[in-house]
């Protein structure tokens, strides 16, 4: 590194820091407000969400002009974008999320025959970072999940949304938190742009012990690398791509319909990616699914591929609009194709015969699998009817899939005389 590399670091690092440090002094006050107090701040936050609409719209339109100055893909533009209507799907999600019960503070284990009781006790982390996309309604998704697990954070996006993600923070969440006597500066935006600074965020194991990773797949993994070297942990989402295995006795219009619904966004990592059609009705079926995805404006990369299979087209800001179509032979090479040349983020097959189905569902050992339905449903809201921080597709125990506030508690085993908890309870 040179010597200016050096200095940027080191003055990233000092910034982050100070947000991890301003954001921790405002933990204690989460810790002790009460769940009706943490709801109606995500209330008031969506109650926000049209009033200033004019302010976060007017950011997002100057972000998107240097998105296309800069030359964004479509697709990228597309994801960037803030609406009437995404507003009011963010707000109606937050709405959502205040009506979603909290978890009990403390679960009965064991109630021993020595007279004592094991609990088991869900603690906040304290401040947790997350390093995310370009896309705007990631920063609200994150903060409302810290805010209902009653963790501070850190968040640092893509340069490309830091003036929707400012405008968020300054009209939408500080103000909700300040409304609700909670600490406006519990949830911090990192506003340096520069890559050191998402560097420093995975840098502070005493301050930020657990960091969100979302992006493209080689700059979450080097963040991953660089956080395991300071003692972070991280919850990475680095890659994504949805397969679609269409099996013998399939219905054609379920096929052209799914292939359609699973390419209504093409910046999205749950969107359809890898086609791969059983070889008995290959032929067959081609022309239909090529009819499909020509009309949706979706180029089609057919075998044999310059590529690897797994090519993840939403990360190619030149050919987004693609899909990667090939032949299986049967469901369980479909399965493993899916297994050991895409990410693992989910995978649905498309079929009439339940013995076919189950194959393919027992030898899929992705995130997600689906049965003729979209993999577009692998996502917080569609699944769980929660807002998420990201999709977890670690290979080890922990959270995996969607993660939501459920996912964000230290598990504590507290152990107490049985007559203590039951004077208390």
């Not at 705007?136 to 994150?142: E, H, K, M, S």
């Not at 310059?306 to 030149?318: F, I, K, N, Q």
């Amino acid at each position: 590194m040179t010597t200016a590399d050096d200095g940027r670091q080191t003055g990233s690092l000092s910034a982050v820091r100070a947000h991890a440090t301003r954001a921790r002094l405002g933990v204690p006050v989460l810790a002790t407000a009460s769940d009706e107090e943490i709801d109606v701040a995500l209330r008031r936050m969506g109650e926000r969400l049209p009033t200033v609409a004019g302010a976060l719209l007017e950011a997002n339109r100057h972000d998107l002009e240097r998105a296309a100055s800069a030359g964004l893909s479509p697709a990228l533009q597309d994801r960037l974008r803030l609406t009437d209507d995404r507003l009011s799907a963010m707000a109606a999600q937050l709405q959502t999320l205040a009506g979603v019960p909290h978890l009990p503070r403390d679960t009965v284990v064991e109630r021993r025959s020595d007279g004592l009781t094991v609990l088991e006790r869900c603690r906040p982390v304290g401040v947790i970072g997350a390093n995310f996309e370009a896309r705007p309604n990631v920063t609200l998704d994150i903060a409302s999940q810290l805010l209902k697990s009653r963790n501070g954070g850190v968040l640092r996006t893509g340069a490309a949304a830091l003036a929707s993600s400012r405008a968020l923070m300054s009209e939408v969440v500080e103000p909700a938190l300040l409304d609700t006597g909670l600490d406006p500066g519990v949830i911090q935006l990192v506003t340096d742009a520069d890559h050191s600074s998402a560097r420093a965020l995975v840098s502070l194991p005493d301050l930020v012990p657990l960091v969100i990773l979302r992006g493209s797949g080689p700059s979450t993994r080097s963040l991953g690398s660089t956080a395991a070297r300071h003692g972070v942990r991280t919850m990475a989402h680095a890659d994504g791509g949805g397969v679609l295995y269409v099996g013998p006795a399939f219905d054609e219009r379920t096929v052209h319909q799914l292939i359609a619904e699973s390419l209504d966004r093409l910046g999205v990592c749950n969107r359809l990616n890898l086609l791969l059609l059983d070889e008995s009705s290959y032929g067959k079926l081609l022309p239909g699914v090529m009819r499909v995805l020509h009309a949706a404006g979706i180029a089609v990369s057919l075998p044999p591929h310059p590529h690897p299979r797994g090519y993840e087209w939403s990360l190619d800001a030149e050919r987004a609009a693609t899909v990667t179509v090939d032949a299986a032979k049967g469901p369980l090479h479909a399965a493993r194709i899916a297994n050991e040349e895409t990410s693992g983020l989910a995978a649905t097959v498309v079929t009439e015969d339940s013995a076919v189905a189950t194959r393919f569902i027992d030898a899929y050992t992705g995130t997600g699998v689906m049965w003729n339905a979209t993999t577009r449903l692998l996502d917080g809201f569609k699944l769980l009817g929660l807002p998420e921080t990201g999709i977890n597709l670690d290979q080890v125990p922990g959270p995996r899939g969607p993660v939501t506030y459920r996912d964000l508690y230290l598990r504590q085993f507290v152990v107490i005389p049985t007559a203590e908890h039951d004077r208390a309870s």
